[in-house]
C-alpha cells in the first residue's frame, strides 16, 4: 500500500470533526445510545420552501450538467445576496459554486499553492485548514491566541507570522471551533498589516455569519478594507443558515482570475455543482429570510444554556461565545484527575475519550483545533440533549477522584 499512495498523503489525516460523527455513528449501529456534541451541523430541517424548490426543479428537468462554475441564476443570487447583506458589488464570473464551501477552499488551495508556500492560519483553527495546505504542498504557520486575547488573531501576531512565502492568511469569522467573532475595527487592523504586505492573499470563512447573538455584528473585512478587494476570496454557503449541509452547496467570491482558475479545476473533477441543490440554493438566497432570523434565536437561547451548564462543572472554564454554534472550553483544571478505572486524564483528547466511554457523550478534543487542553462542543442540538449532555458531562467529572 506504501508504495501506491502518493507521498502528498503524507502526515495529512481524516478531517476530525467528520472522523467525530463516523465513531458516533458506528457506537449507534452497534446498540449504544450516545448523546452528539460533536459535527457542526443544525439539527433543523431544510425549511420547506427550499426543499420545493428543490423537488420542483427535478421535477421540471433541472437534472443536467449545469457551468462548472454554477448556474449564472445561482451566481446571481449570489452576487444579490452581497448586496444585500454585506454591501459589497461582485459580477456573477467573480462567483464559484462547488459541492460545499469546504470543495472552494480546497480548490483555492489547489489553485494557487506553490511547494513551500506558507498559509498563515490562526489557532484555534477549524479542523480541515492545516490539512488542505498540506496536501497541496503549502506549510500552514499556526499563530495561536488563547481566551486571554479572545482567541483572535492579533495585527501584532500577524505581522511577525508573515514572511516572502506566505500566500494567504485565512480568517474564519465566526470562528469554528470558538465562537469568536471579530469587530470591524479589529478588521480594519488586520486590514492594515496585509496592506503593508501586497503578496499576502485573504481568504475569509465566513460561513457563520448569521450566527451573531445579542448586540454582535458581523463584519467581512472585505467591507471595512475595500482596497484589499483584488486579493480576497470571501467562502460562504448555505449549509449552515439554511439547514442545507447535505446538498453540498458552498461559494467563493474574490477576482475573476483566481474564480476562473478554481472552476477549471472543478470542471476538471466534479463537473459541476448538483443541478437541483443548486436551483434550492437560488430559492434559499432570493427567498423569504425569516426562517434565518428565527433559528439564530434559538440558537442563541441554546448557547446561554450550555454556557450557564457547564459553567456550573468544576474544572471547566467555559466563555461565552458571540458566534457560530460552538462552545470551547477549558478542560486543563482536570488534568491529572483519576477515572473510576483509575486512568490519569493528562490531556483533553484522554477527556474526550473518557467522556465517550464513561458517560456515552461524544465531545472533540482541543487538540485536532490546534489548542489542547480544550473541547469542542457543538450546541447544535435541542435543549433536552443539551441539557442530557450537560448532565453527563457534570456526573463524569464528578466521579473523578
Ligand atoms: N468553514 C468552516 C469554518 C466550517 O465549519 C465548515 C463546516 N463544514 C465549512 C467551512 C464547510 O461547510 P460546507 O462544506 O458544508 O459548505
Ligand atoms: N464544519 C462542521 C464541523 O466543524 C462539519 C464537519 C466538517 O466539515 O468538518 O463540525
Known amino acids: 500500500m506504501k508504495t501506491l499512495l502518493a507521498h502528498r498523503l503524507d502526515g495529512v489525516k481524516p478531517s476530525p470533526s467528520m472522523a467525530a460523527k463516523t465513531r458516533v455513528d458506528a457506537l449507534r449501529a452497534a446498540g449504544r445510545s450516545i448523546v452528539d456534541f460533536t459535527i ?31 448556474t449564472l441564476a445561482l451566481r446571481q443570487a449570489i452576487v444579490n445576496k452581497f448586496r444585500r447583506e454585506n454591501t ?66 492579533t495585527p501584532e501576531a500577524l505581522e511577525s507570522a508573515l514572511s516572502p ?6 480568517l474564519n469569522t465566526p470562528n ?26 485573504l481568504m475569509t470563512d465566513e460561513i457563520y455569519e448569521h ?52 472552476a477549471m479545476l472543478l470542471s476538471q473533477s466534479t463537473s459541476c455543482p448538483n443541478a437541483m441543490a ?52 477549558s478542560v486543563a483544571g482536570l488534568m491529572g484527575r483519576v477515572t473510576p478505572g483509575g486512568g490519569v486524564l493528562s490531556s483533553d483528547v484522554d477527556v474526550t475519550r473518557y467522556f465517550l466511554e464513561h458517560a456515552s457523550l461524544a465531545v472533540i478534543d482541543g487538540t485536532s483545533y490546534g489548542m489542547p487542553e480544550h473541547l469542542r462542543i457543538s450546541f447544535a442540538t435541542s435543549f433536552e440533549l443539551i441539557e442530557q449532555g450537560c448532565n453527563f458531562l457534570r456526573d463524569a467529572v464528578n466521579d473523578l477522584s
Open 40 to 70: 457542526g451541523e443544525p439539527d433543523f430541517l431544510t425549511p420547506k420552501h427550499i426543499m420545493d424548490s428543490g423537488v420542483a426543479a427535478l421535477l421540471s428537468g433541472q437534472t443536467r450538467y449545469t457551468s462548472p462554475s454554477g
Open 211 to 262: 450566527f451573531v447573538y445579542g448586540d454582535v455584528k458581523h463584519a467581512s473585512l472585505l467591507q471595512v478594507v475595500p482596497e484589499l478587494a483584488e486579493r480576497t476570496l470571501i467562502i460562504n454557503g448555505v449549509s449552515k443558515a439554511y439547514a442545507m449541509t447535505g446538498w453540498r452547496i458552498g461559494y467563493g467570491a474574490g477576482p475573476t482570475p483566481l474564480v476562473q482558475a478554481i
Open 176 to 201: 469554528n471551533p470558538t465562537g469568536a467573532v471579530y469587530t470591524a475595527s479589529e478588521l480594519v487592523a488586520l486590514g492594515a498589516v496585509l496592506q503593508r504586505h501586497p503578496h499576502v492573499w
Open 278 to 329: 443548486q436551483a434550492a440554493a437560488v430559492e434559499a438566497l432570493n427567498g423569504p429570510q425569516q426562517c434565518v432570523a428565527d433559528v439564530v434565536a434559538i440558537y442563541g437561547q441554546r448557547r446561554d444554556l450550555i454556557v450557564e451548564l457547564l459553567r456550573k462543572v468544576p474544572g471547566v472554564d467555559c466563555v461565552s461565545p458571540d458566534g457560530a454554534f460552538y462552545v470551547f472550553p
Open 165 to 170: 512565502r506566505t500566500k494567504w492568511l485565512v
Open 88 to 153: 459589497l458589488e461582485f459580477k456573477p464570473e467573480n462567483i464559484v459554486v462547488g459541492n460545499g464551501a469546504k470543495h472552494i477552499i480546497y480548490n483555492a488551495f489547489a489553485a494557487t499553492l506553490n511547494e513551500g508556500d506558507e498559509v498563515v492560519v490562526p489557532a484555534p483553527y477549524w479542523v480541515s485548514y492545516p490539512d488542505m495546505v498540506a496536501l497541496h504542498g503549502g506549510k500552514a504557520v499556526v499563530v495561536s491566541s488563547d481566551a486571554s486575547h479572545g482567541f483572535k488573531l
